[in-house]
């Protein structure tokens, strides 16, 4: 199926790390994409990383890459409470049109 | 801010009328994504089109229809309006194969 799986709910204290997981289904995805939402508002790209990466890491944020597993996590370091949102992962398929499948999303809480 | 903006900001609609959303595109972006992400959900695709030409199409009914424009400016279109069509909107432009950018969205209320 066409089903790419997050957990829908994570809770860390400010200035703990969060770590957002997520499995997609499609080992030919090229690039695998996060995305912030805020309530109310669209989709921010946070970061991304190519198929053939294990690791990218982007100021606060970490992305790791289990291809076999096809899992992909998201480590936010020194977690705030601006950081409060849901977080959607995506994979592209480009062997028929760059259009993205995204997940459920993550609704990430962080309190003092 | 992206630079992809998206009119109108909220609408209401009737059930079988029909609503028209526009996207502007980033400048330089000729590739425009069209989504619709129905509450508590991921957004799932509705259709692309690349230079003026739908390049892609997910499983949404014919009565969804788009346009990309000279200036790769986009319209959806949405004809006898359905409750279940009551979503957030959201357009995303992008160069063909690189990371695509979201505009805020359009959130439609079918009464």
């Known amino acids: 199926g066409e089903d790419v799986e997050q957990s829908l709910f994570l809770s860390v204290r400010e200035g703990d790390s969060s770590v957002i997981n997520c499995t997609y289904t499609d080992s030919s995805s090229t690039y695998l994409y996060w995305y912030k939402q805020e309530p109310g508002a669209g989709l921010q790209l946070l970061t991304y990383?190519?198929?053939?990466?294990d690791m990218k890491q982007d100021q606060r944020l970490t992305v790791l890459l289990n291809k076999k597993d096809k899992h992909l996590s998201l480590r936010i370091a020194d977690t705030q409470t601006g950081d409060s949102a849901i977080y959607f992962c995506a994979e592209e398929r480009s062997y028929n049109t760059d259009k993205l499948i995204f997940g459920t999303g993550t609704r990430l809480q962080v309190f003092p | 801010e992206t630079g992809v903006t998206q009119s109108p900001t909220h609408l209401i609609k009737t059930r079988g009328q029909q609503v028209t959303l526009r996207c502007s595109s980033q400048?330089?972006?000729?590739?425009v994504s069209w989504y619709q992400q129905a509450l508590g959900q991921g957004p799932q695709f509705i259709f692309q089109?690349?230079?003026?030409?739908?390049?892609g199409r997910g499983n949404f009914p014919p009565r969804f229809s788009g346009l990309q424009f000279p200036n790769y400016s986009s319209e959806l279109n949405v004809n006898a309006l359905e409750l279940d069509d009551s979503a957030l909107y959201l357009c995303?432009?992008?160069?063909?194969?690189?990371?695509?950018?979201f505009g805020q969205g359009t959130r439609l209320t079918v009464v």
């Open positions: 990383i190519f198929s053939n990466m």
């Open positions: 400048s330089g972006h000729n590739t």
């Open positions: 089109y690349y230079r003026e030409e739908e390049n």
């Open positions: 995303a432009s992008s160069l063909r194969d690189s990371e695509a950018f």
